[in-house]
């Protein structure tokens, strides 16, 4: 079914400052935006990072919050995918899992969750705004997509007949530093082997909100509490970022070829905490 | 690198009472006030899972034209199997190269990932078009020839206009950020140093 007509193209700011980005609005028109390049800098940084120009010219934001796993093994038809013919059992539990997913994985799959906005949602706590025939629904982010568990054909908290109509930021206590660190086998135009987005909001010398999401190790996008716990209520400093970020793979369970990203994840969100919150 | 397969139901090209040259196809959009509709995607009905067919009217290169495309079909496919305009290059029909980069509506876009019924009223440039037909090059073509940016060339065309893309967006503040926005086009041959010369020259020019 193609919407692309559909009047879901806006980017706007709430009277309290929040951000509400329309579901067809194009990732290059997003980033690019001043304000949004203003205000919620980690937004701009993570679709800058994702695919390649020509790619973000077409794609939308409801397009890629709901886009689905690089797993090789779900493209390939030949192989076994409970994703995509759920009970044939997961070829990348015991193939080549090198970019799979070390936190939130089941059994029955442990594929990563490809986007780097929605990671960046998941720091912001947006929410889904949605509509179908049962009307208009608002969802939390980090209720939206859906672990994988013994279902992971179901990826999504969306009901049958419901688009997404708009994603929207809550406003935040300014001021508000955030940002986005993508780490990839190359330097541009790839996934993430680990990613980290993080939004503080620092006043009088202390952390008061923190807003930290990890990507390319979840089978959702990330939001990493512990970190954010203990960070509230500190004063930045050199070696917080690092024992923040110690609780980043909190949980962790890493599979044949992708144990590198235990450590790896640890690093890119101390070395993140550390660009959006000073220090050295 | 994927094979060319016409679109599924379509006849073999020499079979099809609706093939037109490039020369005919030229000659009746010239003359068609609107456009004129070519006969294309003509879908077996008892293709398994043959797809709906629509009536699309857009602009290629500047000349009308109206085609009946299955809902399936790729820009990229109605390009070269169809309007018979192959500069326009099918690296990987997945998003993943860049050779297939054309512009619609003034923006680059990948054209293997573009369905063409959705281009109703669209205006597309493609490589053929970027220049006046017997009129001198885009600049950027010509800082391609001067600073040798190829060698296969199988890239060329998706480079050339993701450049032009690139260049209009000004993103040609340094061979870093050049780098950076030309990520989407990928070059087997490697000539990558020469391509962001090339840009580096052609923004200087345009
Ligand atoms: C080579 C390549 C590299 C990429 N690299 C990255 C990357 O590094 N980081 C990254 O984040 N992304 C990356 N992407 C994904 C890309 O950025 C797009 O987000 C993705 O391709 C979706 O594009 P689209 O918006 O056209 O959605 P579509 O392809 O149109 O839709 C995707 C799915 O979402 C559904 N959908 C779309 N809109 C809605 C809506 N409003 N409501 C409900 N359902 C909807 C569609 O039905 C479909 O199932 C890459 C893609 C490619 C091809
Ligand atoms: S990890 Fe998930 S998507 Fe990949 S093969 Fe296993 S079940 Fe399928
Ligand atoms: S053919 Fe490779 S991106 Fe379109
Ligand atoms: S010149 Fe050969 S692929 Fe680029």
């Known amino acids: 079914m193609d919407i692309s007509a559909l009047p879901l193209g806006e980017i706007t700011f709430t009277p309290e400052g929040g951000l509400r980005l329309g579901a067809l609005a194009r990732m290059a028109d997003v980033a690019a935006d001043p304000a949004v390049r203003e205000a919620y800098p980690v937004i701009a940084h993570a679709l800058e990072l994702s695919a390649s120009p020509q790619l973000r010219n077409m794609a939308t934001i409801g397009g890629n919050v709901m886009q689905r796993t690089r797993c090789s093994y779900f493209r390939d038809v030949s192989a076994a995918c409970n994703k995509r013919a759920p009970g044939s059992g997961c070829a990348a539990r015991e193939g080549y899992n090198r970019g799979h997913a070390i936190l939130g994985t089941s059994d029955a799959c442990v594929a990563t969750h490809p986007s780097d906005l929605a990671v960046a949602l998941a720091a912001l706590d947006a929410r889904i705004h949605t509509r179908g025939p049962g009307g208009e629904r608002t969802v939390p982010f980090a209720d939206f997509h859906l672990l994988p568990g013994t279902t992971p054909d179901r990826e999504q908290d969306l009901r049958p007949g419901e688009l997404i109509v708009a994603v929207e930021v809550p406003p935040h206590p300014r001021p508000l530093a955030s940002g986005y660190l993508k780490v990839r086998d190359r330097q541009s135009y790839e996934f993430a082997l680990t990613s980290a987005a993080v939004a503080l909001h620092v006043q009088g010398g202390v952390i008061r909100s923190a807003g930290v999401a990890a990507g390319g190790v979840g089978t959702v996008p990330w939001r990493l509490r512990a970190v954010e716990q203990h960070l509230v209520g500190r004063r930045p400093a050199g070696g917080l970022w690092a024992a923040a970020a110690e609780r980043a793979a909190e949980g962790a369970r890493p599979l044949a070829h992708n144990g590198f990203k235990v450590d790896l994840l640890r690093r890119t969100v101390e070395r993140q905490l550390r660009i959006v919150g000073g220090g050295s | ?206």
């Not at chain 2, 006030?33 to 290629?60: E, K, S």
């Open chain 2, 1 to 206: 690198m994927s094979s060319s397969q016409p679109v599924s139901g379509d006849p073999p090209p020499d079979a099809s009472p609706w093939h037109v040259s490039r020369r005919t196809f030229l000659v009746v959009t010239g003359v068609a006030a609107g456009g004129v509709a070519v006969g294309l995607a003509v879908v077996d009905a008892a293709a398994p899972d043959a797809g709906t067919v629509a009536r699309v009217a857009l602009a290629v290169n500047g000349e009308p034209v109206v085609v009946e495309v299955d809902s399936r079909t790729s820009l990229l496919d109605l390009l070269r199997e169809h309007l018979e305009l192959p500069g326009t290059k099918k690296g990987c029909d997945a998003g993943a190269c860049g050779a297939c980069t054309v512009h619609v509506d003034g923006r680059r876009v990948l054209s293997c990932l573009t369905l063409a019924v959705r281009l109703e009223g669209a205006d597309v440039v493609t490589i053929e078009g970027l220049a006046p037909a017997g009129g001198a090059l885009h600049p950027l073509q010509a800082a391609f020839i001067e600073q040798d940016a190829l060698q296969c060339g199988y890239c060329t065309p998706g480079q050339i206009m993701s450049g032009v893309g690139c260049i209009q967006e000004r993103h040609t503040g340094s061979a870093e950020e050049i780098r950076e926005w030309m990520s989407g086009n990928l070059c087997r041959c490697g000539c990558y140093v020469k391509i962001v010369r090339a840009v580096e020259q052609a923004a200087g020019e345009v």
